[in-house]
């Protein structure tokens, strides 16, 4: 009973989650195409770095960022920083206001990634694939059976 429960519940992640890291790809493709067209480069401040500690290693930093946009919108959002670079900001002296150099549409301020970000559409495509495929997969061999 628990083996079929278990088998239903993981058929169930796959097809739900294959579409939507297909979903989250697709995303990340348009806003990392739209940005690199025409973004907007600008320097923001540094409010706040959040992570996470898992087996002792710290990960996933975030940055919570300030900053202005030229008609003098003030934007507070926040974006995932790689590990040496979180580190880096987070155990930056006090007196010293931490910055980031980000990139934003202008048409949508809160799109905003780091300005050297780059398009990783493609891990979020094939994960999505891969997972939907074994979802169907398992959803044949379990009709069949």
């Known amino acids: 009973m628990f083996s079929k429960l278990r088998s239903i519940i993981i058929l169930l992640v796959l097809l739900i989650g294959g579409p939507v890291m297909l979903y989250a790809g697709f995303k990340e493709a348009k806003d990392s195409k739209a940005l690199a067209d025409h973004g907007v480069t600008v320097e923001a401040q540094v409010s706040e770095v959040t ?7 710290e990960r996933n930093f975030h940055a919570k960022i300030t900053f202005a946009t030229p008609d003098g919108q003030s934007v507070s959002d926040s974006v995932s920083l790689s590990n040496d670079q979180g580190k880096a900001l987070r155990d930056q002296p006090d007196d010293k ?13 809160h799109t ?10 493609g891990l979020f495509y094939g994960i999505g694939a891969v997972m939907l495929l074994i979802g169907l997969g398992m959803l044949v061999y379990r009709l069949r059976k």
């Open 51 to 57: 992570w996470s500690t898992k087996r002792g290693r």
């Open 112 to 121: 905003v990634t780091l300005a050297n970000h780059k398009d990783e559409s």
């Open 97 to 109: 206001p931490a910055v980031l150099s980000v990139k934003y549409l202008p048409e949508d301020p």
